[in-house]
């Protein structure tokens, strides 16, 4: 999905192996295990039975053997790049691990983000594997996920062995759009209300035209008037099309975060409506434009602001 | 999870393979109680019939403890009793395995049963079998863990992790400090087993008869002494209550020495019999370490004996003890009361004959004379079982031949004592050791004479000489045994299966040899002897050859690294890295965080005329890069267009 990789944010590793020391500790069932194996210990001892001895050392060596297989299973997992697409306000963030390719097969590993969900992941041999895991995504702004913690209790579920990496990972998150109804012309629908758009689109000057009731007083030529040649208006190329400005000033909303919801809401609706459509917040302006990346570029502003 | 269901069957099986050498030490009931709710789990798995709720599976569990404690308990705790509630418990299990936490502590429980079972029923047998227990319950545990896997997968890995496990094991074995003795005890593990009693009455000893259980295994060093002489000493008893001999006070004191003409010196393997005294053939003259010799020549240890001892003895069949000492008023003690006829007969004897050897020949001349007869089944006694026996049946085993006569020898003013212990032995031809079973159990007299000390006299070797000869196997087993067995043609295979036990048991002797007496001693000269008896040069050569072997280790291992490094590495990450470097010759550098679309879109806008090229490299690149599986033909075709690809 071509449209999609042009507003991911991409993230890498830095050196994971120098942070990615692997640390493991016994769960619950381990340490019952334990306790179970001294006790049988403590039983063949004190009986002095070697039978008793040889099943005890049998599962103990084991548990040993399997912690070799455990250290084998989490030993150089490592990530090439995090993907993750922007997401609304509310909604999940998904970020997409690229795991290093593996020439053996890894089983039931977990990978999690701070303290998002575990995601459970087996590998084939020699395979690239992608790892999505869900962080809920809070506030609009980013989101960056500062640890990255890989955990696996292959193969009895006795020992948890565990690696974390530090990350330098983000994801986008877009305001909560509120659902817009309809777009209202009045207060929105401006050819080329801004003075810098305007300004950048000198080079599409067409020509001139008489006034007609409507148009924006921003573009009558007052030089014309003044030399008594009536109202004229300049013409641009591409205003023919409805062109609308989602404004800051024109949203009369106190709160600042809803005021961006609305914002968020109008982008969308202009975009689902195939319009052309620029944004306006204070201090920052974007020219009207279509299309997925013009979208995105929008409610990153609105994410940002 | 679809697969989840298996897990009622998968617990059932394992509680049954690990429970399974169990169920023969059980009371019928435990199994009983286990093959129930074992099937209704299995038909509630099958059959979709609904599982027991926790209120049930409660009052379940408090009846089958309950019993437990009634029936095997005994007020004590008991290691029957542990395992009696460690089977209602397996019982109960496959009822609850909702969750992850009762199965695996189900498993759990299951090693718990392994364990008992290698304590109760201690052979090569059950040691083998527990390898493939552990093998069903660690591949369950793992399966338990990976429930989408496939069964197969998990007991393959499960048989790997057991496979590496074995050699750190036999380490931990070998070199695991052990220690003397055993620190505390739970009474009764020896319960559910019949076998010596420290008393005698009549019964006691022919209730053995049919127990084809091994009571011990001697090794003679040389020559074997002859049948007749293959008395295996026991206990003492010296105190007669009319009924029951028991071992009463006993007589402490100094302990005799003696000597003996032919001297034999034998390995004694004794099973466990849960009581404080050794076998040894009669009369023993040193005393292994840890034990001590009573003035009554019975060989006592400081604990019970809860497992198979070995010990080492020498005896001697001619021995004598001298000395009668304070012994002489406990030997001729007897009851005021009960069996009249007897005493008076005895006291006849001695009016009439005076001295004490006329009596014992005389004694002996009446058990040959008067119709006695030798037999396993003997009616029962009553309130006077000696004169009943006597003068009424006159058929009986050996206590009841034993019992009399040291009774009348008493009454004569004769001190004697009764001895019970083993009379005979199977020898097993493929170890070339001797089998004493429960069944050859025997009890004779000790009498003291003025002249000759303490002299053995066995009144069942008087009524039936073939006792001594040839051994009761022969003499009174066709007696236990159905008719048909007896007739010739299943005779043969009589002896085929004797044959075949015999080969086992020599088996089983050698690995208990080996493997069961390992201890502490055989520790310390093992490994002292691994360090003692190196010599420089064999230190040399193994210094030089772990050198050798070290050194080629690490050179594969380094080989080994660097082929894993390049296999590690991507081709396809590889060929675009080159596609990479190609644009980045012509000013085109990728950004650390341009990911391969930006990269080609931002690559296309300044090479316009390169486009198509571009794009078709990073898609593909894509494509192949996160592919599940890749296919050949598409890689070498990606491999191609970056090597055509020529910005320049």
């Not at chain 2, 007589?251 to 099973?271: A, S, T």
């Not at chain 2, 050179?555 to 082929?563: E, H, L, P, T």
Request: proline share 5%; aromatic share 12%; charged share 20%.
């Amino acid at each position: 999905m071509p449209s999609n990789s042009v507003v991911k944010t991409k993230s890498y590793f830095r050196s994971p192996n120098k942070n990615g020391r692997i640390r493991w500790f016994p769960t619950r069932y381990g340490w019952l295990f334990v306790l179970v194996l001294l006790s049988m210990l403590l039983g063949s001892i004190n009986y002095n039975n070697n039978l008793g001895f040889l099943f005890t050392f049998l599962l103990g060596s084991m548990l040993l053997v399997s912690l070799v297989h455990s250290y084998g299973n989490i030993r150089g997992i490592g990530v090439d790049e995090i993907d993750a697409l922007p997401v609304f306000e509310g909604q999940d963030a998904i970020f997409e691990l690229n795991l290093h390719v593996l020439p053996r097969q890894r089983m039931a590993v977990r990978f999690r983000l701070d303290n998002s969900q575990e995601t459970l992941v087996d590998t084939a041999p020699g395979s690239c594997v992608r790892v999505a895991v869900v962080l809920p995504a809070g506030k609009r702004g980013r989101i960056s996920p500062r640890e990255l913690h890989i955990t696996s209790e292959y193969p009895f579920g006795l020992f948890c062995f565990h690696a974390s990496y530090q990350l330098f990972a983000d994801c986008l998150v877009y305001p909560k759009p509120v659902p817009v109804q309809k777009l209202s012309l009045q207060d929105l629908l401006q050819a080329h209300s801004a003075d810098g758009v305007a300004q950048e689109s000198v080079e599409d000057f067409k020509g001139l035209r008489t006034f007609q009731n409507g148009d924006a007083t921003q573009h009558i030529f007052w030089k014309a008037f003044s030399k008594g040649q009536g109202l004229m208006v300049k013409e641009f190329m591409g205003s023919a099309s409805p062109c609308l400005c989602v404004s800051w000033e024109k949203i009369r909303v106190e709160n600042v975060e809803k005021k961006l919801s609305v914002l968020c809401g109008m982008v969308l609706k202009a975009n689902g409506m195939k319009l052309e459509y620029g944004i306006r917040l204070p201090g920052h302006l974007i020219a009207p434009g279509k299309g997925a990346q013009h979208k995105h570029v929008c409610l990153r502003a609105l994410a940002l602001f | 999870m679809k697969t989840e269901d298996h897990q009622p069957l998968l617990i059932v099986a394992v509680l049954g393979i690990a429970i399974g050498p169990l169920l023969l030490n059980l009371p019928v009931w435990v199994a009983g109680w286990c093959l129930t709710f074992w099937g209704y789990a299995l038909l509630a798995y099958k059959k979709r019939w609904p599982w027991p709720n926790r209120t049930v599976r409660l009052t379940l569990a408090c009846i089958g403890f309950m019993t437990v404690l009634i029936f095997l308990g005994r007020g004590s705790l008991g290691g029957q009793m542990f395992i009696g509630l460690l089977s209602v418990m397996a019982g109960l299990k496959p009822l609850e395995t909702k969750s992850h936490r009762d199965r695996v502590v189900t498993l759990f429980m299951t090693y718990f049963i392994i364990i008992s079972s290698l304590f109760i029923i201690e052979n090569l047998l059950i040691t083998l079998y527990m390898f493939a227990s552990v093998l069903a319950t660690t591949a369950c545990l793992i399966h338990f863990n990976y429930p989408e896997r496939h069964l197969k997968t998990n007991l393959r890995l499960a048989a790997l992790i057991m496979v590496q496990a074995i050699p750190l094991m036999i380490l931990f074995f070998i070199l695991f400090p052990r220690a003397e003795g055993t620190f505390f005890t739970l009474p009764g593990r020896y319960q559910g087993r019949t076998g010596f009693s420290e008393s005698m009455q009549p019964g006691s000893i022919s209730k053995l008869v049919r127990e084809d259980r091994t009571a011990f295994r001697v090794q003679f060093q040389g020559k074997f002494p002859d049948t007749a002489s293959l008395y295996w000493r026991g206990l003492v008893l010296w105190h007669f209550d009319g009924k029951s001999w028991t071992r009463g006070d006993v007589p402490e004191g100094y302990q005799p020495r003696v000597r003996g003409q032919k001297v034999f010196q034998y390995d004694m393997i004794l099973e466990p019999h849960g009581k404080k005294y050794l076998f040894t053939l009669d009369l023993p003259l040193t005393t292994p370490p840890l034990t001590r010799l009573t003035e009554d020549f019975t060989l006592m240890t400081r604990w019970p004996l809860r497992k198979t001892h070995r010990y080492q003895v020498q005896s001697s069949p001619d021995a004598r003890i001298h000395i009668l000492g304070r012994q002489g008023q406990i030997a001729r003690q007897l009851p005021e009361n009960g069996n009249p006829k007897a005493k008076w007969l005895a006291k006849a004897w001695l009016s009439r004959l005076g001295s004490s050897e006329a009596v014992l020949d005389q004694a002996m001349a009446y058990f040959r004379q008067n119709g006695f007869s030798y037999t396993l089944s003997p009616p029962l006694l009553g309130e006077n079982p000696v004169d009943d026996f006597m003068f009424g049946s006159k058929s009986g085993y050996c206590e009841h031949f034993a019992s009399a006569f040291a009774y009348l020898m008493r009454a004569a003013g004769i001190p004697a004592r009764i001895v019970v212990g083993y009379l005979g032995g199977e020898h097993n031809s493929y170890g070339n050791y001797l089998i004493v079973k429960q069944y050859h159990a025997h009890a004779w007299v000790e009498v003291f004479m003025e002249k000759q000390g303490w002299i053995r006299v066995d009144p069942t070797a008087i009524v039936a000489p073939e006792r001594v000869s040839m051994g009761l196997a022969d003499s009174l087993l066709s007696e236990s045994l159905p008719d048909f067995l007896v007739q010739t043609g299943l005779g043969r295979m009589r002896n085929f299966f004797r044959k075949a036990d015999y080969m086992w048991d020599a088996i089983n002797l050698q690995w208990d040899t080996w493997f069961m007496e390992y201890s502490r001693l055989e520790q310390l000269h093992l490994v002292t002897g691994f360090f003692s008896k190196l010599a420089w040069r064999q230190v040399l050569w193994m210094v030089g050859l772990g050198g050798v072997l070290a050194g080629m280790a690490v050179m594969g291992w380094v080989r080994f690294k660097g082929a894993k490094k390049a296999r590690e590495k991507d081709p396809v990450k590889e060929a675009y890295d080159l596609f990479c470097a190609k644009l980045e010759g012509v000013g085109i550098g990728r950004e650390p965080s341009q990911g391969p679309v930006d990269f080609a879109r931002m690559a296309s806008l300044n090479r316009g005329d390169l486009k198509e090229a571009i794009e078709a490299i990073s898609n593909r690149y894509i494509a192949l890069r996160y592919m599940e599986h890749r296919d050949k033909a598409s890689q070498q075709s990606f491999f191609k267009k970056v090597k055509m690809f020529d910005p320049k």
